[in-house]
Structures are given as C-alpha cells and as structure tokens.
C-alpha cells in the first residue's frame, strides 16, 4: 500500500525556522519531492531527493532518511509569502512507469 | 508561468451537462497527467498519458474521459457528473525518464511535475 503522512497545519513567526515533517509508506521508492502551492495556485517544484542526506537550495533545505521513510523540508528566514501548503511526494515505480503519490500536505501560517 | 495551461479555470455545470477541460503545456515534455484536488484530501492521480499512450487508469468513473491527441494537449470530457465530482483539477506534465530515445531526459532530469493553475469544477 501507499501511506504519506506531513502534519494538516503549522504556525510560525515571520523571520524563524519550521520543521516539516514527512513520512511515507510506499511499495516501491525512487525519489521524495516537495512542493509548495499558494491558495488559487499550482503547486511548484522545490526539492528533490533521491540519496540520504540533506539538500540545501538557498533559505530552504530538505533532508531525506530512506532507511526510516522519513523526510523534512526546512525553511529559514521565513517571510510572510511562505504562507502556503507544502505537499511531499513520493515518486514510486508502477509497472515501470513512475508516478507521484502525494500526502495531504501541511498549510503553513506566517505570522508577522 | 509555468508552461502548463489549462482552461477554463473556472466551470460551473449541471449533472446532466457535457463539458471538457483542457490542458496545453509548452515545455516539450513527452507525459501528462489529470489530478483531482479536493479539500482536506491528497492529490489523486486520474490518468497517466506518457507518448500519447494512456498509462494508468486510477479506478476513475467513467463518467471522466481522457483525450491525449498528442504530446502537447490533454483533454477531460465529463458528462453527468455528481456534486462529490466538483474539485480542482489540476493538469501536470513531466519529461519522463524514460524517454522516446530512453535517455534520462538530460543531466540532472529528476522527472518532477510542472502543474496548470488548475480548473476549479462546481457540479449543481
């Protein structure tokens, strides 16, 4: 089966640093994205990982555990514009075709 | 701008109303995608189009039908659809890692999917 769970909400205040969280039960593994949506908005693409360890890309970073099934994205400096949703994906491998299964994702509020 | 266009982003329709959604994206990718988006819900994959070809067909009703005439347009006709039915749908598209000439798509080719705005569905 399929299982990613990421927190529903979060709150933080303009300028610090969150934490969230995901973790994911899936039959086949080949990479973890993240993406953020606006309310009203596509989702965009903010990072990949396919190997353990943590990628950083400006004031974002995510991190990958595939021995635990465990991933987080980390933002700093937040800014009021990271208001938004943060959806993790797993990319598993489907009768070799690769498709994404997305969690929920986790509604972050910036507060100033 | 995220090279994936979708129309019309807003469509209100009755139950016994055939309608379409269309997609168009600009980025040379050879797979498209239909995703639902409902509230409180993960996103749940409809149909998997990768060169033209229907590749996964996620147990939808067939009152949603998928048209891919080719590697740049993605249709969905709907017909007598209910009110559970109304969502956003979102289209997306990727360059598949397998592609026509089985190369990885590029250097650093991580397959992740580019998304339209989305058409937001009411079903009355």
């Known amino acids: 089966g399929q299982n990613i769970d990421q927190p529903t909400e979060m709150t933080a205040t303009e300028g610090a640093i969150v934490q969230i969280n995901c973790t994911y039960q899936?039959?086949?593994?080949?990479?973890l994205f993240w993406y953020q949506q606006h309310a009203g908005e596509a989702p965009t693409f903010l990072s990949y990982?396919?190997?353990?360890g943590l990628e950083e890309k400006g004031r974002f970073s995510s991190f990958l555990s595939r021995s635990k099934g465990y991933s987080y994205l980390l933002l700093k400096e937040l800014q009021m514009k990271d208001s938004a949703s943060y959806l993790c994906?797993?990319?598993?491998?489907?009768?070799?075709?690769?498709?994404?299964?997305f969690g929920t994702g986790t509604r972050l509020l910036v507060s100033p | 701008e995220t090279g994936v266009t979708q129309t019309p982003r807003h469509l209100v329709m009755g139950m016994t109303n055939k309608k379409s959604l269309k997609c168009e994206q600009h980025?040379?990718?050879?797979?498209m995608y239909w995703y639902k988006q409902s509230a409180k819900k993960p996103l749940e994959l409809m149909f998997v189009?990768?060169?033209?070809?229907?590749?996964e067909n996620n147990s939808v009703p067939s009152r949603f039908s998928p048209e891919c005439p080719n590697s740049s347009h993605l249709f969905l006709h709907l017909h007598t659809l209910q009110p559970e039915d109304s969502a956003l749908y979102l289209c997306?598209?990727?360059?598949?890692?397998?592609?026509?000439?089985?190369?990885?798509?590029?250097?650093?080719?991580?397959?992740?999917?580019?998304f339209g705005e989305g058409s937001r569905l009411t079903v009355l």
């Open positions: 997306a598209s990727s360059q598949s890692r397998r592609g026509k000439t089985g190369t990885s798509g590029g250097a650093e080719n991580t397959g992740e999917l580019f």
């Open positions: 899936t039959s086949g593994f080949n990479g």
């Open positions: 990982n396919v190997l353990d």
């Open positions: 994906a797993v990319r598993d491998t489907m009768a070799g075709f690769q498709k994404l299964v």
């Open positions: 980025l040379g990718h050879n797979a």
């Open positions: 189009y990768s060169l033209e070809e229907r590749v």
